[in-house]
């Protein structure tokens, strides 16, 4: 029989509140409040203490203070990847962001997922799904991504946006949820 973080890794309904998950989470909460703690005007601490939390990051990482995930590890971010304050990712499943991204304030990208049923929600189950998020990407301020979305390359998201489906290579969208509204031209 699967353990609770296997089942959690191949993308299965697990129980979040099993040991094993919660530790991780633990330590993801512990690296966040120091990074959090950091003042502004030691930037080269802060971006220490962000490699210390992500899975892989490229060149120019720049993410400000207040930033909270559940894992940290499942975060991979490309070269000049720029955050705002307020970015909270769920990082249950990969999240995985390109090059030249910016992300704007009071973003939430989220990989996991509850039972539609009380039942399922009283055993404190969960389902996760990865988000991956392509290169010249730019996320607008208070932006929702769920769990299992794809956005494509040369994306802009309007401020606001619930993103629900995944998103075509140069487009821009805006909305709740967030629908096609322009075309891009590829560069």
């Known amino acids: ?15 979040f509140t099993n040991e094993e998950v919660a530790a991780r989470k633990a330590r993801a909460a ?3 409040q120091e990074f ?23 060149d120019n990482l720049s993410v400000q203070a207040n930033f909270n995930c559940d894992y940290g590890k499942n975060i991979h971010v490309g070269h000049d990847f720029l955050s705002n304050y307020n970015l909270i990712i769920l990082d249950i499943a990969p999240v995985n962001i390109g090059n ?10 989220y990989t996991v997922n509850h039972p539609m049923t009380a039942a399922g929600r009283r055993q404190y189950l969960a389902k996760a799904s990865p988000v991956n998020i392509g290169n010249d990407v730019w996320i607008g301020g208070s932006v929702t991504i769920l769990p299992g979305v794809t956005i494509g390359n040369n994306v802009v998201i309007g401020a606001g946006a619930v993103v629900t489906k995944d998103i075509a290579d140069n487009t821009v969208v805006a909305g709740v949820p967030a629908k096609p ?6 560069e």
């Open 100 to 109: 030249h991204v910016m992300i704007g304030p009071n973003v939430g990208i």
């Open 30 to 32: 512990k690296l966040c």
């Open 36 to 58: 959090n703690a950091i003042s502004a005007t030691e930037p080269e601490k802060q971006t220490a203490k962000m490699e210390e939390i992500l899975g892989s990051y490229g």
């Open 1 to 15: 029989m699967a353990t609770e973080l296997e089942k959690l890794k191949a993308g299965d309904w697990y129980c």
């Open 181 to 186: 509204i322009k075309s891009l031209k590829a």
